[in-house]
């Protein structure tokens, strides 16, 4: 069952790969020139001072995890080449207004480019205010529980198991910021924190971490991405039908992370609980020993709670939670990556890079869901610069949007809670089932002898 996992989908050879703009990108929402849309200049969306990247920001570049974009900041030079590309737009804008907009093409400006529209203080961790947002998700946590087994209500009982299964998600974005290194600069706080956030939610904190650390680095390529990411058309001819039903049909997607955990993806093997597994170095056996027994006693926890209180009390207080929780990370992740109108492109070979990839990802919007998993859905910048702290994601990204011009996907805004996205993931899944073996820039292809019941 395992196999169906998280690896991905499918895309369709790029018809044809545009010659990367001498001069910019355009606009293809107006006959106006694209890519500040403002009648400032780029120079004026620039930070005051500009950014350094000291040890008072980074800590000495000791981020804990090695998962940020290379920090090289933008040269004298490179600023003055990023004002020639833009004013070039200006003078070019007919031309290529007419070759149309090609999210497979290199974009016009660089990672630099993007940095240095940020505002310094985005970068600034607070372990203060990053542990006031753990104090809040516990308090809740634990407040949730006690309401629910004080009235022990039919009628409270769903309610309780989806607000409960979205503050385990909560946790888990938590922890996530503590693998990164966002959550403070201090990595044996982000260690301690991370392992008792994510044992607490059976999710073993080193292994994951490691794992989703080459998600970052390797993001938007065909084969080193981690997770959901594609499968080539040969992988997915190789699956029987049984695995391809639980990989495509809902909601057996939903429920594929703890499976993800011990075997990985089809085409991947390792699992996240063993040390010698090709997903570490040796350098790291020990660290995902410590989360592995972490994990193991989380476990032994739940399983004395169970004869304490009875198995059918901690189903009804951890059990399903723990699911909805699960069917959450599978939600939003998948979603990070899938299901735009517009295909997106993966690459391979000398078309992919660190910038490239992460332009692949998608923000969400999710409605009164935004706070209370702390933005997780403000995802491109965190992609690119995934040491930037939750509580700066949203502002980062409207300081980056001028750069980042049609790269930048606005998201489906959203109700109160985020139901349209349900549909978004249905039709994701009806069409993105493989990529092409060939070629170094793709995009999802459909089987045509599928045939779906939803």
Not at 401 to 430: A, D, M
Request: charged share 20%; proline share 7%.
């Amino acid at each position: 069952m395992a196999s169906f996992v998280i690896s991905e989908c499918v895309l369709k050879p790029l018809p044809h790969i545009y010659a990367r703009p001498a001069a910019g990108v355009v606009s293809r929402n107006s006959s106006k020139p694209r890519f500040l849309q403002t009648s400032k200049k780029f120079s004026d969306l620039k930070p005051t001072n500009p950014i350094k990247f000291s040890t008072e920001v980074f800590g000495g570049r000791n981020w804990g995890l090695k998962v940020s974009a290379p920090l090289k900041v933008a040269s004298t030079e490179e600023d003055e080449e990023r004002e020639e590309r833009i004013h070039g737009v200006n003078e070019f804008g007919e031309e290529e207004e007419e070759a149309g907009f090609d999210p497979g093409a290199p974009p016009p400006f660089k990672l630099a480019d993007i940095r240095a529209a940020i505002p310094k203080h985005c970068w600034v961790k607070d372990p203060w205010k990053s542990m006031s947002y753990v104090v809040r998700d516990v308090v809740v946590v634990f407040g949730l529980a006690a309401a629910a087994t004080y009235l022990n209500n039919w009628l409270v009982w769903p309610l309780y198991w989806a607000a409960q299964g979205t503050m385990f998600w909560a946790l888990f974005v938590l922890g996530h910021d503590c693998g990164h290194g966002s959550f403070s600069n201090n990595p044996k706080l982000n260690s301690v924190v991370g392992h008792l956030l994510h044992s607490s939610i059976l999710v073993p904190y080193h292994g994951w971490r490691i794992s989703h650390r080459t998600h970052h680095q390797n993001h938007g390529h065909a084969e080193n991405d981690e997770s959901w990411h594609p499968l080539s058309e040969k992988i997915y001819r190789s699956l029987d039908n049984s695995t391809r039903t639980l990989r495509f049909m809902l909601p057996f997607p939903m429920l594929a992370y703890p499976f993800y955990l011990w075997n990985r993806s089809p085409g991947k093997t390792g699992s996240h609980f063993d040390p010698n597994s090709d997903l570490f170095v040796p350098s790291e056996r020990k660290d995902v020993i410590t989360s592995t027994l972490c994990w193991t006693a989380m476990a032994a926890i739940l399983v004395g709670l169970g004869f304490k209180m009875g198995p059918m009390q901690l189903l009804k207080l951890y059990g399903v939670p723990y699911w909805i929780f699960v069917m959450w990370l599978d939600f939003v992740t998948y979603l990070h990556h899938h299901g735009h109108e517009e295909k997106l492109p993966w690459y391979r070979g000398k078309e992919w890079s660190y910038l490239r990839g992460g332009l692949t990802t998608l923000d969400r919007d999710y409605g009164w869901i935004n706070n209370i998993h702390h933005d997780i859905g403000t995802h491109v910048i965190h992609h690119l610069f995934p040491q930037i702290p939750h509580y700066h994601l949203i502002e980062a990204t409207e300081a980056a949007k001028p750069v980042l011009g049609k790269y930048y996907r606005e998201p489906e805004y959203s109700g109160p809670l985020p139901f349209h996205l349900i549909g978004s993931l249905i039709r994701s899944l009806k069409k993105d089932h493989y990529v092409s073996d060939t070629g170094d820039v793709v995009y999802y292809q459909a089987d045509p002898e599928r045939r779906d019941p939803f």
